[in-house]
C-alpha cells in the first residue's frame, strides 16, 4: 500500500526516469534500436526495481497512468535519435485496455514518429486470456507499422500456438536460456532450436541478457537476429544512450 500511495505521486513528483538499453543487429554488429525501461527513485527508498512496483501498478489503474508517462517519454527522447527505433514495454492490462490501437496510434501520431519506429513488447500472458482479441489487436497494429515484440518467449505460458496464430516481428528469448548457453547442452539446443523457428516463420530473434564475448560468439553462429545486454551497455540514462547510437561493437 505505500508503495501504491508512493507511485501515484511518483510522476507529478518527478521521480521517474528511463533507462535505455542498446538493441544490436547480429550481422552488422551495430546499435539499431533501444530498450526503454523504467526507473523510479525516491528520497526515502533510494531505486526501486520496476519488478516490484510494475505488478503492484498492474493491480490498479496506476498501471495507465505509468504506462502512458513512459511511453510519451520514450517518443519524445526517439525524435532526437534518427534511425533508431525504440522497443516498449506494455503490461498485460496496457495491452487490453479498450481502443488500445487507437490510444498508441494517436501518442505516436502526436510525437510525430513514424510507427515503425516504435516496438511494442508484449508477454504471453497479454494475449494468453483473449487469444482472439489479442489476435485483432495485434493485427491492426501491425499493418499500422508498429513492430512487435514477443517478450520473455521461452517462459510462462509460451506455446507455439501462440507464434503461429499472432501477427508478429520478433520473439525475445528469455535470459535465463542465454545464461545457461555455456553451461548445458540444453539451453544452447533451445537457444538454436527457437533461431531456427523464427528464420523458419520470418521472424527476428532477440537475444537477451548477453553478458560475455562468448555469449555474443555463439548467438551470432547460431543466427540470432539482434542482440541485448551488459555485454554491450546495461541500461542508462538518455544522454547516454544517445552516444551509443549507431555504434559498431
Ligand atoms: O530493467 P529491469 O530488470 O529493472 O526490469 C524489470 C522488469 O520490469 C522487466 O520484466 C521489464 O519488462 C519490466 N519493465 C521495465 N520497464 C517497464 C515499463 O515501462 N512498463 C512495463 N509494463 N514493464 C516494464
Ligand atoms: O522482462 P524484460 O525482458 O523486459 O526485462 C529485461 C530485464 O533484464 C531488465 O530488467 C534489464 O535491466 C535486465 N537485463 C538486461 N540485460 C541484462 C544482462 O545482460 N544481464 C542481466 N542479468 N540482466 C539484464
Ligand atoms: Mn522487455
Ligand atoms: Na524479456
Given amino acids: 500500500r505505500r508503495i501504491e500511495g508512493g507511485l501515484s505521486q511518483a510522476i507529478a513528483q518527478g521521480e521517474l526516469s528511463l533507462a535505455y538499453q542498446p538493441i544490436v543487429a547480429g550481422d552488422a554488429m551495430e546499435v539499431v534500436g533501444f530498450e526503454a525501461l523504467l526507473r523510479w527513485r525516491t528520497e526515502e527508498f533510494g531505486p526501486i526495481s520496476p519488478a516490484l512496483f510494475i505488478p503492484i501498478a498492474e493491480e490498479s489503474n496506476l498501471i495507465h497512468e505509468l504506462g502512458d508517462w513512459v511511453l510519451d517519454e520514450a517518443l519524445t527522447v526517439l525524435v532526437d535519435w534518427?534511425?533508431?527505433?525504440?522497443?516498449?514495454n506494455f503490461s498485460p492490462r496496457q495491452f487490453r485496455r479498450q481502443n488500445f490501437v487507437g490510444y498508441v496510434m494517436e501518442r505516436v501520431q502526436r510525437a510525430g514518429i513514424s510507427p515503425n519506429r516504435v516496438q511494442i513488447e508484449i508477454t504471453e500472458t497479454a494475449i494468453f486470456d483473449n487469444a482472439e482479441r489479442a489476435a485483432e489487436t495485434l493485427y491492426k497494429?501491425?499493418?499500422?507499422?508498429?513492430?512487435?515484440?514477443?517478450?520473455d518467449f521461452g517462459t510462462g505460458?509460451?506455446?507455439?500456438?501462440n507464434i503461429r496464430k499472432f501477427a508478429l516481428d520478433c520473439l525475445k528469448i528469455d535470459k535465463s536460456f542465454i545464461d545457461g548457453m555455456g553451461r548445458e547442452r540444453e539451453s544452447a539446443a533451445i537457444v538454436q532450436s527457437i533461431v531456427h523457428l523464427g528464420k523458419a516463420l520470418g521472424l527476428g530473434v532477440v537475444a537477451e541478457g548477453v553478458e560475455t564475448e562468448a555469449q555474443?560468439?555463439?548467438?551470432?553462429?547460431a543466427g540470432a537476429s539482434h542482440l541485448q545486454g551488459y555485454y554491450f551497455s546495461r541500461p542508462v540514462p538518455a544522454e547516454e544512450a544517445k552516444a551509443l547510437a549507431n555504434e559498431r561493437f
Fill in 157 to 161: 505460458y509460451s506455446s507455439l500456438y
Fill in 216 to 221: 555474443v560468439q555463439a548467438l551470432r553462429v
Fill in 141 to 151: 497494429l501491425r499493418q499500422m507499422g508498429f513492430r512487435i515484440a514477443l517478450d
Fill in 82 to 88: 534518427p534511425g533508431q527505433y525504440v522497443s516498449i
